[in-house]
């Protein structure tokens, strides 16, 4: 991969993989593709090419591609969870009408495609100790159901028109850079900022309620590897599962007292975070990544929650 779009470059994923990719891979172009109203600022304005491409606005895709010759679209344009409960209609438009805008300019103008799939794309039925990789995928959530048709829309244009689509299953993924937003597995970024600043936790996960949870550098670390990976290695393609750890809010509330003493946490209601919670599994088994394109992540909770602390104490101007 030498010039790549990722569209979605200033969201919590994005403001870091555009980064890295700038910073990794010698001679690359890498535009950063934006929505008005979420321009990208700083090291990333100045860092490289930035464009307004809209996933709903097809021909705004295929002027950008071609203009840049790209080679590799990382798609990460998304309404997470909950906000996709309150908004559903947008969220099938935005990755649904907005997958399919970018397959068919993947096709025309032969690019790769990174499209992320989610712990979101299972539900209640679906085993959740251990999830398999090929398992039951019948979510009851519009971010569940659109993350199960970005899977299999991503392999119809593998299988039909050969377009290099790849992608994994990312669990709740914790960053210092940009906060999340609308998601079920924020709380676990969250708490490590209210750590940070002081601040009471209202946590609005139930103790006992498991998810994979994931640091950020491990989930970008997937992202390049997979696009890189041999093909004739791969047996799946959309979408594999990942995981690093896995922990439910007492066992984070724990940790973080380790580094913040002093820290206070309470549980609210928040039935609709819960409820999905609840449908998503307790943790994947991502033996067949490890075995296709050698997926080894390095952080768990501690070292995760060392580096958190380090980065967000530095920002924050914490001793
Ligand atoms: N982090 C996402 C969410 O909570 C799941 O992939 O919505």
Known sequence: MKNILVIGSTGQIGSELTMKLRREIEGSVVVAGYIPGAEPKGILLESGPAEIVDVTNAQQIADVVSRYHIDTIYNLAAL???????????????????????????????????????????????????????????????????????????????????????????????????????????????????????????????????????????????????????????????SFNIASMSFEPEEIHKEILLFEPEFRMHYIDDPIRQAIAMSWPDNMDDSCAREEWDWCPTYDLHTMSEDMFACLRKRFGKK
């Not at 935005?94 to 499209?115: K, S």
């Not at 039925?125 to 979510?139: C, F, G, L, Y």
């Not at 940070?196 to 950020?216: L, Q, R």
């Open 80 to 238: 997470l969870s909950a906000v996709a409960e309150a908004k559903p209609l947008l969220a099938w438009h935005i990755q649904m009408d907005g997958l399919i805008n970018i397959l068919e300019v993947a096709r025309q103008y032969n690019c790769a495609v990174f499209t992320p799939s989610s712990i979101g794309s299972f539900g209640h039925n679906t085993p959740h100790k251990n999830t398999p990789q090929d398992t039951i995928q019948r979510p009851q959530t519009m971010y569940g159901v659109t993350k199960v048709a970005t899977e299999l829309l991503s392999d119809y244009y593998f299988h039909k028109y050969g377009v290099d689509t790849r992608s994994v299953r990312f669990p709740g993924l914790i960053s210092n850079v940009t906060l999340p937003g609308g998601g079920t597995t924020d709380y676990a970024v969250e708490i490590y900022y209210a750590a940070v600043k002081g601040e009471d936790f209202a946590c609005p996960i139930k103790p006992g309620t498991y998810m994979d949870m994931m640091y950020m550098p491990d989930a970008l670390h997937a992202a390049v590897q997979i696009m890189d990976a041999d093909p004739s290695r791969l047996i799946h393609r959309n």
